[in-house]
T-cell receptor, first 118, second 113 residues
């Protein structure tokens, strides 16, 4: 089945530094990738939608200058948390699909990245 | 309008029993309803999904029941096993499943021996 690989799985960084998280579709080309954030024991909150070759679409309340998303190729999207602060500590999850409709190409999720900002 | 309400928040079921998780929505434009299973420290994995033109879909021990008029759908896990212990999320989207998913709040399921 389709595999989405996310790296790193865990990262600890100091307050004020930037962290980059990679999301790769391993056996398919992802026209659309989504980035989610999940706090402990809570649901997934969509942060942004990333389309290859174009600017990401951010959800209301998500700072686009703080959470930089780059979807440079059909198999790679990156999320950079800039000037991280302790409140940015969370579980970040990416997802991807190959086609335009979940009817035919379901969304597949990566295993997430646990970010801890000290 | 975009909310998906999920219940219960947590559920304990004896091994071999039936686990039932319910979701309700308001947006009648939703046309794709998937269920995801998530283990601790992992990303969600698609379990089963349904479109509004059918009332039930079954895959192995997992069944989705869909009630379009009541705007409700539910997940039934038959013969529940300890390995089913996980958090389950319902979700919904529009545009023939093309648009972003709106997730329910999650149900932590525990199967006891």
């Amino acid at each position: 089945g389709a595999v989405v690989s996310q790296h790193p799985s865990r990262v600890i960084c100091k307050s004020g530094t930037s962290v980059k998280i990679e999301c790769r579709s391993l056996d398919f080309q992802a026209t659309t990738m989504f980035w989610y954030r999940q706090f402990p024991k809570q649901s997934l909150m969509l942060m942004a939608t990333s389309n290859e070759g174009s600017k990401a679409t951010y959800e209301q309340g998500v700072e686009k200058d703080k959470f930089l998303i780059n979807h440079a190729s059909l198999t790679l999207s990156t999320l950079t948390v800039t000037s991280a602060h302790p409140e940015d500590s969370s579980f970040y999850i990416c997802s991807a699909r190959s086609g335009s409709s979940s009817y035919n190409s379901p969304l597949h999720f990566g295993n997430g990245t646990r970010l801890t900002v000290t | 309008q975009q909310q998906v309400k999920q219940s219960p928040q947590s559920l304990i079921v004896q091994k071999g029993g039936i686990s039932i998780i319910n979701c309700a929505y308001e947006n009648t434009a939703f046309d794709y309803f998937p269920w995801y299973q998530q283990f601790p420290g992992k990303g969600p994995a698609l379990l089963i999904a349904i479109r509004p033109d059918v009332s039930e879909k079954k895959e192995g021990r997992f069944t989705i029941s869909f009630n379009k008029s009541a705007k409700q759908f539910s997940l039934h896990i038959m013969d529940s096993q300890p390995g089913d212990s996980a958090t389950y999320f319902c979700a919904a989207s529009t545009g023939f499943g093309n648009e972003k998913l709106t997730f329910g709040t999650g149900t932590r399921l525990t199967i006891i021996p």
